[in-house]
C-alpha cells in the first residue's frame, strides 16, 4: 500500500541552525501538507500546498518557514534560523481528492529537537 | 481555539465490548469530519470520515455518526480489540478539497484483554 515517507525520523539541531525536513508523498496525489505536534499539544496545521504554490498558511508559519517541491517526488520543509519552540514532531501529508472525500494521509513524521 | 474539542483524554474497555469515542465542534463551516489513529512513534493512520450530508458511515468494526444540530460526532468502535488501543484524533475541514485539517487533542483508547 502506497505511503508517505519522511526523512530524517530525528533530527537535532543547534539554535539558529537552518534545517530541512523532507518528505514523500504518495504518487498520484496533488495536495501536501505539513502539521507539527509539539510534545502534549495538538496536531496543528502549518501549509498546505498546490500546483507548485502554496495554498494557505497559519500564523506559525511565518517567514522563518518555506516549503519546496524541487522535484516531481519531494516535498520540503525550510526553517531558516530554529528557536527552541521549533521543537516538535512535524508531520507530512498528502492527498488526492476525489468523488469519496478529502483524506489526508500521514507520514510517520520527523522528531526536531532544538538545543 | 478549541474549534475540536474531545474533552475525555482517556477510554478504557474491555475486549469485545464497544468504545465510543466523542468529539464536539464549534465551527459551522466544518463540512467534513474525518477520524485518526496514532501509535507511538508514528503518524496519524486515517480511519474513517463522513461528509456533513450524511449522519452515519460504516466501515467494518468502525462507524461514525454525526449529530449536526448538536455539533457532535462519534466513532465506535465494535468490538473492541487489544490492537485498537491508541490515541485517537477527531478532525474537521471546510470549504472541500485542500482545506487544512483541524485536529482535537485526542483521546487515549485503552482495550483490556
Known amino acids: 500500500e502506497p505511503e508517505v515517507t519522511q526523512t530524517p525520523s530525528h533530527q537535532v539541531t543547534q539554535m539558529g541552525q537552518e534545517v530541512i525536513l523532507r518528505c514523500v508523498p504518495i504518487s498520484n496525489h496533488l495536495y501536501f501538507y505539513w502539521y507539527r505536534q509539539i510534545l502534549g499539544q495538538k496536531v496543528e496545521f502549518l501549509v498546505s500546498f498546490y500546483n507548485n504554490e502554496i495554498s494557505e498558511k497559519s500564523e506559525i508559519f511565518d517567514d522563518q518557514f518555506s516549503v519546496e517541491r524541487p522535484d516531481g517526488s519531494n516535498f520540503t520543509l525550510k526553517i531558516r534560523s530554529t528557536k527552541l519552540e521549533d521543537s516538535a514532531m512535524y508531520f507530512c501529508a498528502s492527498s488526492f481528492p476525489g468523488t469519496g472525500g478529502i483524506e489526508q494521509y500521514f507520514g510517520p513524521g520527523t522528531r526536531l529537537t532544538v538545543t | 481555539d478549541q474549534q475540536v474539542k474531545q474533552n475525555s483524554p482517556s477510554l478504557s474497555v474491555q475486549e469485545g465490548r464497544i468504545s465510543i469515542l466523542n468529539c464536539d465542534y464549534t465551527n459551522s463551516m466544518f463540512d467534513y469530519f474525518l477520524w485518526y489513529k496514532k501509535y507511538p512513534a508514528e503518524g496519524p493512520t486515517f480511519l474513517i470520515s463522513?461528509?456533513?450530508?450524511?449522519d452515519k458511515n460504516e466501515d467494518g468494526r468502525f462507524t461514525v455518526f454525526l449529530n449536526k444540530s448538536a455539533k457532535h460526532l462519534s466513532l465506535h468502535i465494535v468490538p473492541s480489540q487489544p490492537g485498537d488501543s491508541a490515541v485517537y484524533f477527531c478532525?474537521?475541514?471546510?470549504?472541500?478539497?485542500?482545506?487544512?485539517?483541524?485536529f482535537g487533542k485526542g483521546i487515549t483508547l485503552s482495550v483490556r484483554p
Open positions: 463522513i461528509s456533513s450530508i450524511k
Open positions: 478532525a474537521a475541514s471546510a470549504q472541500g478539497a485542500n482545506s487544512k485539517l483541524t
